[in-house]
Nanobody, 115 residues
Framework: QVQLVESGGGLVQPGGSLRLSCAAS????????MEWYRQAPGKQREWVAF???????NYANSVKGRFTISRDNAKNSVYLQMNSLKPEDTAVYYC?????????WGQGTQVTVSS
């Protein structure tokens, strides 16, 4: 049984920063791609960022230059550093990992950007 647990969400003022974490546990032998998604109220879930096993990254245009995805393979973890946050970044953020060629999702963590 594989589980992903996220942490790091919260309330932050516009222009502020947050760092999200997502750790996988269970019977894990190999983790391939790691990603972050988000879902704002009343909207569809959208892709935010991706990192592969070699550390190559890709970002949605809406977050490019402000967000940084990283991973720690020894800890089976992925992170999302979010800087210069805007009200439109408000959403529930989900991590996704491809573990042994199956996709697993975290439970989501709320990020609210408001003054």
């Amino acid at each position: 049984q594989v589980q992903l647990v996220e942490s790091g969400g919260g309330l932050v003022q516009p222009g502020g920063s947050l760092r999200l974490s997502c750790a996988a546990s269970g019977s894990i032998f190999a983790i391939y791609g790691m990603e972050w998604y988000r879902q704002a109220p009343g909207k569809q879930r959208e892709w935010v960022a991706f990192i592969n096993t070699g550390g190559s990254t890709n970002y949605a245009n809406s977050v490019k230059g402000r967000f940084t995805i990283s991973r720690d393979n020894a800890k089976n973890s992925v992170y999302l550093q979010m800087n210069s946050l805007k009200p439109e970044d408000t959403a529930v953020y989900y991590c996704k990992m491809n573990i042994q060629f199956s996709d697993y999702w975290g439970q989501g963590t709320q990020v609210t950007v408001s003054s």
